[in-house]
């Protein structure tokens, strides 16, 4: 079983709509959950970061963390062209490597 | 600089061949990773700096693949004798260490290597 599981798409949607990006990890050892947004040619920047269980809402963008599902997902409100990215989730435990998911390629669709 | 700084952003080269790759970290960043990007893959963890000193370099692929960081700042990945499998886009991360282990990355835009 992989570490951490993330489905690559890719996600078309229409501009305005909400999206829904998930992953799932096997590791109990981590203990602070991140998206990452890549545009094309361009390293990942960090978008959403969350420590424990529940809701974490900025803007558009609300980061849930299941713990006991081991299940993060992230929402995206009113989409934009803009948000068209790759989106990858990532997990930390106390040593400080990071373990990224594979990504989620993103298109909205004007 | 404002941001982490990578050069060069693209690299051309035969197999065989040795390569380096450079970082210069965020100013006053402390902890600097190196991962390794390739299609279908996701980012691969190769080895982390706290300071100059290499706690984890458990991704390493091969022991042709070597990094250091001097002054605690610029770090350099050298690959020697390139396969055609080292293609991939090499980024670097940096950040700052608080103790409370919740350090977030910023990254360069990345060197994409090609070996044909």
């Known amino acids: 079983q992989k570490e951490v599981e993330q489905d690559p798409g890719p996600l078309s949607v229409p501009e305005g709509a909400i999206v829904s990006l998930n992953c799932t990890y096997s590791?109990?050892?981590?203990?602070?959950f991140m998206w990452y947004r890549q545009y094309s040619r361009k390293g990942p920047e960090l978008l959403m970061y969350?420590?424990?269980?529940g809701n974490k809402e900025d803007g558009r963008f609300t980061a849930q963390v299941d713990k006991s599902s081991k299940y993060i997902s992230l929402f995206i409100r009113d989409s934009q062209p803009s948000d068209s990215a790759t989106y990858l989730c990532?997990?930390?435990?106390?040593?400080?490597?990071?373990?990224f998911g594979i990504g989620t390629k993103l298109q909205v669709i004007p | 600089g404002a941001g982490v700084s990578q050069s060069p952003s693209n690299k051309v080269t035969e197999k065989g061949k040795d390569v380096e790759l450079r970082c210069d970290p965020i100013?006053?960043?402390?902890?600097l990773y190196w991962y390794r990007q390739s299609l279908g893959q996701g980012l691969e963890f190769l080895i982390y700096?706290?300071?100059?000193?290499?706690?984890?370099k458990s991704g390493l692929p091969s022991d042709r693949f070597s990094a250091e960081r001097t002054g605690g700042s610029v770090s350099t990945l050298t690959i020697q004798r390139t396969q055609q499998e080292d293609s991939a886009v090499y980024l670097c991360?940096?950040?700052?260490?608080?103790?409370?282990?919740?350090?977030?990355?910023?990254f360069g835009s990345g060197t994409q290597l090609s070996v044909l």
């Open positions: 991360a940096s950040s700052l260490i608080t103790g409370g282990g919740n350090e977030k990355l910023f």
């Open positions: 590791n109990s050892a981590f203990q602070y």
């Open positions: 969350t420590y424990s269980s």
């Open positions: 990532a997990f930390k435990g106390g040593y400080q490597k990071v373990t």
């Open positions: 100013s006053g960043h402390t902890a």
């Open positions: 700096f706290q300071g100059n000193s290499a706690p984890d």
